[in-house]
């Protein structure tokens, strides 16, 4: 079982930056892809970045030269660096973990980050 616990959320003027964190606990060993997703009101979830367990990364394209996703895994916790914030970037942001063996995906309880205009 793992557990994922999202901070870093709150209110920002458009332009600004925000960094949210993820701490990993429980069997983290069996953690591999790391990401960060987020559902805005009345969308679906959706991809913003991912991070492997060697540090390769994907990000949307909504969000590329603005969003930097990392992975310290030497203290189970993966960040994501949010510059020049936009108010389409409002939406609560979700941290998940993907289990090797069977692709199972670990889910936070979300963070609201707002963007005002």
């Known amino acids: 079982q793992v557990t994922l616990v999202e901070s870093g959320g709150g209110l920002v003027q458009a332009g600004g930056s925000l960094r949210l964190s993820c701490a990993a606990s429980?069997?983290?060993?069996?953690?591999?892809?790391m990401g960060w997703y987020r559902q805005a009101p009345g969308k679906q979830r959706e991809l913003v970045a991912r991070?492997?367990?060697?540090?390769?990364?994907n990000y949307a394209d909504s969000v590329k030269g603005r969003f930097t996703i990392s992975r310290d895994n030497a203290n189970n916790t993966m960040y994501l660096q949010m510059n020049s914030l936009k108010p389409e970037d409002t939406a609560v942001y979700y941290c998940?973990?993907?289990?090797?063996?069977?692709?199972?995906?670990?889910w936070g309880q979300g963070t609201q980050v707002t963007v005002s205009s």
């Open positions: 998940a973990a993907v289990r090797r063996t069977d692709m199972y995906t670990y």
């Open positions: 429980g069997s983290i060993f069996s953690i591999g892809v």
């Open positions: 991070i492997s367990d060697s540090g390769i990364t």
